[in-house]
């Protein structure tokens, strides 16, 4: 091979190291933008979830492996157990009681979680009571010092029904492909690196 050819064989891999840096850095920024529109949009009010503990919010996660065009990869998700549920919507059971235990306004924090659970609504109030709901055969529990101060602290449920409403997928689709999105990030990550 000649001096000419190998030197241009050894700027093309210098190219090609140059590409893969830039790759993987616009992937990296790609997914840092992703995951905070995803956050605004989805995750931190409507019209996504509400943030009530934020497990949720903060088990979304972000990697970009590998080290060659054919092995960069970008991986986002999650492990929440209950992701998937607001994915894709579903029907929630009990798994080892009879009903959900659903609280209601008197029982809950501002962010609307519970402030005490059932056994210990039970244990704390010297009277308590199941009383039929509206929609039979939904339960709710009351309780208080006494009958006259009992306030509802929770619906009892044989299932609740989520929709579909944390909208992941939909929200990457529209990323990806916006022109201000993934490829933007992609271009200019790349177009620096070959630059050098």
């Known amino acids: ?12 891999n ?4 140059h590409l893969e840096v830039g790759l ?3 992937l990296e920024k790609g997914l840092d933008a992703f ?3 995803f956050q605004d949009t989805r995750l931190r009010g409507r019209p ?3 943030v009530r503990t934020g497990n949720l919010l903060q088990s979304f996660h ?6 060659t065009l054919d092995t960069i990869t970008g991986r986002y998700g999650t492990n929440s157990s209950y992701a998937a549920k607001h994915e894709f919507g579903g029907k929630i059971t009990p798994k080892k009681a009879k009903f959900l235990t659903i609280p209601l306004d008197d029982n809950k924090t501002a962010a609307g979680v519970a402030r005490m659970d059932a056994s210990t609504v039970i244990d704390t109030f010297a009277y308590h009571a199941f009383l039929p709901a509206a929609n039979p055969p939904n339960l709710v529990l009351v309780a208080g010092q006494d009958e006259a101060s009992a306030k509802p602290m929770f619906v009892l449920v044989k299932s609740v029904t989520i929709p ?3 909208h992941l997928f939909k929200t990457w689709r529209h990323f990806a492909k916006q022109e201000g ?3 933007k990030h992609i271009k200019i990550a790349v177009a620096g690196a070959l630059s050098k």
Request: charge should be positive.
């Open 1 to 12: 091979m000649s001096a000419k050819n190998n030197a241009a064989l050894v700027r093309l």
């Open 14 to 17: 210098k190219k090609g190291k």
């Open 24 to 26: 993987k850095k616009g």
């Open 35 to 37: 995951h905070e529109l």
């Open 48 to 50: 996504g979830l509400r």
């Open 62 to 67: 972000h990697r970009v492996t590998g080290s």
């Open 164 to 166: 579909k409403r944390l």
């Open 181 to 183: 999105g993934l490829k």
